[in-house]
């Protein structure tokens, strides 16, 4: 993923971002457009390096970032990895371990990093970056644990978040196109950060949902108003639908990350949406577009 004339860059953005992610990486060189991968070339380079003399110590260390950008061209370094050559260590840091090679996979050992607390993000923040505790708990929540993103959701204005994914679900729920294609249109107009953090808050409430629904209420990190929302659409959905509705908001995030028209994306989310409600009222047997807020 970094060529060799990328080194300097790649080490401001470190300086810069230690908590980054690909996106942020790839927006800090220009390449919002461009797919990242790991070629043949970039597979090449690692085995003439590894295949020099050290000087300065007696191990020589490959840090690989995000190898599930290797794909097929990774098979390049099978042998390397599973013969290495002696005093030879590699490190390779991944998000996704379920999109890494399985032949890479299974030769290296893994060790899984667990998400970062509320409160541990919260301290993060008010020490760091300033935050006042009451400002870095709302935004820890949001966050699920990742200080890069929480980091990312500083500078997003604050709005009634709730109130508007009440709206939202309303308008998918009725449905009403009109109105819905008016809402898309507010949608698209906001930033690409905005269009995230609402897109988060919506995972988080679904997700203290899912809690509802198997019997962990108690974990809930809740508002009262978050609450009543969260007790309405309890009655209405199932794990299975939830779940459904967790995996299309994930995956748009990923496309406003990608920089998809704005217009064009809201108009697709609001659609998924509708036919997921009408899925889940038929499979519970509901009238749910009469019912969804009675």
Not at 126 to 153: C, F, H, Q, Y
Not at 226 to 254: C, F, H, M, P, V
Request: aromatic fraction near 10%; include cysteine; charged fraction near 25%.
């Amino acid at each position: 993923m970094i060529c060799s004339d990328w080194l300097v860059e790649w080490r401001e953005f470190l300086e810069k971002n230690p908590y980054g992610d690909y996106n942020s990486w790839i927006r800090s060189i220009g390449k919002e457009n461009k797919q990242g991968n790991i070629n043949a070339k970039e597979c090449g380079d690692i085995l003439h390096r590894l295949s020099f003399t050290t000087y300065e110590s007696a191990h020589k260390i490959l840090i690989l970032w995000l190898p599930e950008f290797l794909v097929k061209e990774g098979n390049r370094l099978l042998k390397l990895i599973e013969e290495p050559p002696e005093k030879t260590i590699f490190l390779f840091v991944g998000h996704n371990p379920d999109r890494i090679l399985n032949t890479i996979l299974s030769r290296m050992q893994a060790l899984r990093f667990n998400r970062l607390s509320d409160n541990e993000v919260v301290q993060g923040l008010v020490k760091s970056d300033g935050l006042t505790p009451e400002s870095a708990a709302n935004i820890a929540v949001l966050s699920n644990g990742n200080l890069g993103r929480a980091r990312d959701l500083i500078n997003v204005s604050s709005s009634n978040h709730t109130a508007e994914l009440y709206h939202w679900l309303v308008l998918c729920a009725k449905p009403s196109v009109t109105e819905l294609m008016r809402w898309g249109d507010d949608f698209s107009k906001l930033g690409r950060e905005e269009q995230k953090v609402f897109l988060f808050y919506s995972i988080h409430v679904f997700r203290e949902i899912l809690l509802m629904l198997n019997g962990a209420a108690s974990l809930n990190r809740l508002t009262e108003e978050e609450l009543n929302l969260a007790s309405r659409l309890s009655k209405k959905l199932s794990t299975e639908g939830i779940t459904e509705i967790l995996s299309t908001l994930d995956q748009y995030i990923y496309y406003v990350e990608r920089n998809a028209s704005g217009k064009i994306l809201a108009t697709s989310l609001c659609i998924e949406m509708m036919h997921l409600f009408r899925n889940q009222a038929s499979r519970k047997k509901l009238a749910f577009f009469k019912e969804m807020y009675v």
